[in-house]
């Protein structure tokens, strides 16, 4: 099972690092990192969430966030 983390206001998909070993490898932790955050900061961010749901949808640009 996969488990996509949209990080609070201001945070990172970084945030979700740890979690994997809450989980014992059965459920794959997807934090998503949003434009204008951490290693997407120089980009323009989303100011609507329906935007941003949008485009990660759509796109698949989650799935390259996605730890492994």
Do not use: K
Not at 38 to 48: A, H, I, L, N, V
């Amino acid at each position: 099972m996969r488990l996509f983390c949209l990080p609070y206001a201001g945070g990172a998909a970084s945030a979700y690092a740890r979690w994997p070993a809450f989980f014992g490898g059965e459920v794959e932790v997807c934090g998503i990192e949003l434009p204008g955050r951490q290693s997407r900061y120089g980009e323009q961010p989303f100011t609507r969430m329906g935007r941003a749901a949008g485009a990660a949808h759509g796109s698949g640009s989650w799935s390259r966030s996605a730890p492994r």
